[in-house]
């Protein structure tokens, strides 16, 4: 008889382009893997505020590093990431607030399309340098990403409610509690023990913990499935 499988709770935010690079993976293994994947959308500038940190951007000569890392991560993980023209005002200026609330929504009313949202939010912001603050620009990604209009605004008009709101926090303070000082971070719950790894570029070790095999940030067994 096969084993329960393993939960793997990811913690991310669309501002950050790490969390989509582990985003990708692991909805690319969770079909390969004995695994649960939960997808928690999160306020990474909550966590940084909680946990002192702050944003690399912050700091000139991670955010010199930050452009030649991101373009190579992407071209290994193939996830077509592009920095933003306006890549200051994109991460400290503008932030996510709005896109992690209807995300929230998303979730708590129809979490089936959570992945292809995110995706598609993603993508607008790390692909096609577009808005992901305005409204209508958030309709546009659920729209792409197979909603409905109608869906869409409905979700829109519950992204200021404290039911969502309170949500958001929760999750972004279960995501403290965990450990987390930034995102993305990935919540292993393994015969009994939890584990927490932090960025994109633990996807070996989350494998050695499962005791299942690592293929790459692109796996064979996925390529061959398509």
Same mark, same amino acid.
């Given at each position: 008889?096969?084993?329960?499988?393993?939960?793997?709770?990811?913690?991310?935010?669309?501002? *950050?382009?790490?969390?989509?690079?582990?985003?990708?993976?692991?909805?690319?293994?969770?079909?390969?893997?004995?695994?649960?994947?939960?997808?928690?959308?999160?306020?990474?500038?909550?966590?940084?505020?909680?946990?002192?940190?702050?944003?690399?951007?912050?700091?000139?000569?991670?955010?010199?590093?930050?452009?030649?890392?991101?373009?190579?991560?992407?071209?290994?993980?193939?996830?077509?990431?592009?920095?933003?023209?306006?890549?200051?005002?994109?991460?400290?200026?503008?932030? *996510?607030?709005?896109?992690?609330?209807?995300?929230?929504?998303?979730?708590?009313?129809?979490?089936?399309?959570?992945?292809?949202?995110?995706?598609?939010?993603?993508?607008?912001?790390?692909?096609?340098?577009?808005?992901?603050?305005?409204?209508? *620009?958030?309709?546009?990604?659920?729209?792409?990403?197979?909603?409905?209009?109608?869906?869409?605004?409905?979700?829109?008009?519950?992204? *200021?409610?404290?039911?969502?709101?309170?949500?958001?926090?929760?999750?972004?303070?279960?995501?403290?509690?965990?450990?987390?000082?930034?995102?993305?971070?990935?919540?292993?719950?393994?015969?009994?023990?939890?584990?927490?790894?932090?960025?994109?570029?633990?996807?070996?070790?989350?494998?050695?913990?499962?005791?299942?095999?690592?293929?790459?940030?692109?796996?064979?067994?996925?390529?061959?499935?398509?």
């Amino acid at each position: 008889m096969k084993p329960l499988p393993r939960t793997l709770e990811l913690f991310y935010d669309v501002l *950050s382009p790490y969390c989509w690079l582990g985003f990708e993976v692991l909805c690319r293994y969770q079909h390969i893997w004995n695994v649960k994947l939960q997808l928690r959308p999160s306020l990474i500038a909550g966590i940084m505020r909680e946990s002192g940190n702050r944003p690399p951007a912050m700091i000139p000569r991670k955010a010199q590093y930050l452009r030649s890392d991101v373009k190579l991560q992407g071209q290994h993980f193939q996830v077509p990431i592009q920095f933003p023209k306006d890549f200051f005002g994109v991460i400290l200026e503008k932030g *996510s607030v709005s896109a992690m609330r209807f995300l929230t929504a998303v979730n708590m009313e129809c979490p089936e399309m959570l992945e292809k949202v995110s995706r598609e939010l993603w993508i607008r912001i790390w692909a096609r340098d577009e808005d992901t603050v305005q409204l209508q *620009s958030i309709q546009a990604a659920a729209e792409k990403a197979g909603m409905s209009a109608e869906d869409a605004r409905a979700l829109l008009e519950k992204i *200021s409610t404290p039911q969502v709101k309170n949500q958001l926090r929760e999750t972004t303070e279960a995501a403290c509690k965990y450990g987390a000082f930034g995102l993305p971070i990935v919540v292993a719950h393994i015969d009994g023990k939890t584990h927490m790894l932090f960025g994109s570029d633990r996807m070996e070790l989350l494998a050695h913990l499962l005791g299942e095999k690592w293929m790459g940030p692109a796996p064979p067994a996925l390529s061959a499935r398509l």
